[in-house]
């Protein structure tokens, strides 16, 4: 087979990959597999030096990459990437520099990663090498969607990718590249609130595409007029769907609300960000339909502070507007939400308007909440003044004219403006009489001279006092103080003191007393007023840290006892915290004697050291 003739039946040989199922892509591999004498089974470095000494080693790369494509799309990635990584160094070392399909999958590799930048140097470096106007197309579109995650302007690239559409006239291959771009004006349209259009332009045509599911993304979305849950038509078209769709079961399962553990291993965090956002959404407009355990579960697992440099600008945008939402309700962990939100969410480029407008939202209702009348009224101002508030596809207008009565709702947003108002109505309703209970920050607001104690023991107690009445001696300290052994001896005063501390702040409306191990709540709770009750996901903690004194227990002290041996992820889920910093608890409780690691690497098990305390109890 002449030079020639071999370099043609590669390029229809990546052409099927592009454009078809990877099954297509496996017979014209293993016939060139045939033809240049390369073994079925690449797995080491031996099998690939000889390979790449032969005359015809650039033909030959271009085909081990080929291999490598194919063996990722039929589900072993791992494989894929180890083999990537060594066709890599071992070109490099043979000199072979030229190979326009080696830097078109790393680039495709490095943008599934999420990893922009170095996907971008990818893609140019491979346009550059292009030795056919359907190389060039193929690498110039990815240039685009990478300037388009990293913010940057996309118009000069867009008209180059255009003229090379022109060029290559109709057929398969261009028509694949039209529908990528559709995504990209699709998320051009999302990003200016222009919903209307969006949706009309997802319907066009019947191909299951990258478009079409995000068009079906966005129409869960429960602010804007076009809002309507996937169909099981449409859930059940994935089932079905070319297998070119990236992620096509995690993305079914984000659209169903669904939790798979395969999904956690999906490397693009876009994917992570587009699901938690929905999900947070979902749980907004009916915390019946997404469960918050759920959405904890997700944050749990994905990490989205080290992932954070590997987000598009939207990415940033869509969390810190999700974290806004979900601080609204939380308020215990709405300073460390911020404060991850504002990591993920440090803008490399212009605020899109969309994003702008539904982040001042969350800032004016948190105001209100508050009872902070000069940003309330900063923030109102500056949502009137928004290019976006008088939308006929959007419905923020509605839900904070709903919130403030002043405005009949749209139907999905009447369960959460109807929780919103719960959460605000009491700072508009106390007219200088009674206190503010604020459990979730710890305080309680006087409401005639405006003063907060914080103390979270005061605010635990009149919450659990509220909610029950009658309350034994053991469940008040354990849940008051972090005590887990009463003894009446030791605790009864702090007990006491604290009940004095209750009957100075709520008056002669209640009396509180203890008898018999019991403590009780008697008379009227009309002064008294509860914020942030509901049950939002508690996002950063998988479960309830009970504070020690009036001050939060460090990571240090929460520390739990448990017999035998468990593995680090056992751990974490004990403790409630994230991976990181589990890691970072591990380490200084070995170093403290606290634990014991045994074994290494998956079978690495911890065991807890019991401690004797000066009474000579074991713990």
């Given amino acids: 087979m002449s030079h020639e003739t071999l370099s043609q039946q590669i390029e229809k040989a990546w052409q099927i990959r592009v ?84 830097y078109y999958e790393r680039g495709r590799i490095e943008f599934r990663s999420g990893d922009f930048t170095r996907a971008i140097e990818s ?149 992570h960000v587009d699901r938690f956002y929905l999900w947070v959404w979902r749980w907004l407009q009916d915390p019946e339909a997404l469960s918050a355990e759920k959405i904890t579960a997700l944050s749990q697992k994905i990490d989205f502070a080290d992932l954070s440099h590997r987000m598009s600008v939207e990415d940033g945008q869509l969390l810190r507007n999700a974290f806004g939402w979900l601080a609204l309700f939380d308020a215990t962990s709405e300073r460390r939400l911020r404060t991850l939100a504002g990591l993920c969410g440090q803008s490399k480029g212009s605020e899109d308007s969309l994003f702008t407008l539904e982040y001042l939202v969350t800032q004016y209702l948190a105001a209100i909440r508050d009872g902070n009348r000069i940003l309330e009224s900063d923030y109102l101002t500056s949502l009137k003044a928004h290019c976006l508030w008088d939308s006929s596809d959007l419905l923020f207008n509605q839900l904070v004219q709903g919130v403030l009565g002043k405005k009949s709702l749209a139907p999905q947003l009447a369960g959460l403006v109807a929780r919103i108002r719960d959460l605000v109505a009491p700072k508009h309703s106390l007219k200088n009489r009674g206190i503010m209970v604020d459990e979730a920050l710890g305080q309680v607001i006087l409401a005639k001279s405006g003063r907060k104690v914080i103390s979270p023991s005061l605010t635990r107690a009149l919450s659990l006092l509220k909610g029950q009445q009658t309350i034994s001696n053991d469940e008040f300290v354990n849940d008051c103080f972090g005590i887990h052994t009463y003894d009446s001896t030791i605790h009864n005063g702090k007990i006491f003191n604290l009940l004095t501390r209750l009957k100075a702040l709520t008056g002669a409306d209640l009396n509180y007393r203890m008898k018999q191990g019991f403590i009780y709540a008697e008379g009227t709770w009309r002064g008294v007023h509860f914020m942030n009750r509901s049950a939002p996901p508690k996002i950063l903690t998988a479960s309830a840290v009970r504070p020690s004194e009036d001050r939060p227990m460090k990571g240090r002290n929460i520390l739990p006892a448990w017999n035998g041996l468990i593995s680090r992820l056992e751990l974490e889920n004990r403790i409630g915290r994230p991976r990181s910093t589990t890691n970072r608890l591990i380490t200084r409780w070995i170093d403290e004697g606290k634990i014991r690691k045994e074994g290494n690497s998956k079978s690495t098990r911890y065991a807890y050291i019991a401690r004797q305390d000066a009474m000579g109890a074991m713990r």
Avoid at 148 to 177: C, F, H, K, M
Avoid at 215 to 235: F, I, N, R, T
């Fill in 123 to 271: 893609f140019m470096r491979g346009s550059m090498i292009a030795r056919t106007q359907l190389q060039r197309l193929w690498a110039s579109v990815n240039v685009v969607f990478c300037l388009e995650n990293l913010g940057l302007p996309l118009e000069p690239t867009l008209s180059e990718v255009q003229e090379l559409i022109n060029t290559a006239g109709p057929g398969d291959l261009t028509q694949r590249v039209l529908d990528q771009l559709k995504t990209v004006e699709l998320r051009q349209l999302f990003r200016k609130g222009q919903f209307r259009n969006l949706l009309k332009l997802a319907d066009k045509g019947s191909v299951l595409d990258q478009g079409r599911y995000y068009g079906m993304w966005v129409k869960m979305l429960p602010y804007h007029k076009g809002h309507a849950l996937a169909s099981p038509e449409d859930l059940r078209s994935f089932s079905v769907a070319s297998s070119l769709l990236l992620f096509r079961s995690s993305r079914m399962r984000t659209l169903q609300g669904l939790l798979h553990p395969e999904d956690f291993e999906v490397t693009k965090p876009s994917e």
């Fill in 19 to 102: 454009n078809a199922s990877p099954e297509a892509a496996l017979r014209p591999l293993i016939e060139l597999k045939d033809v240049l004498s390369i073994p079925s089974r690449i797995v080491s470095r031996d099998c690939i030096v000889p390979l790449l000494k032969r005359p015809e080693a650039r033909e030959i790369l271009d085909v081990l990459v080929l291999h490598v494509s194919v063996t990722a799309l039929i589900g072993q990635p791992d494989e894929a990437m180890g083999l990537m990584k060594l066709l890599e160094s071992e070109a490099l070392i043979h000199g072979i520099t030229d190979s326009y399909f080696l």
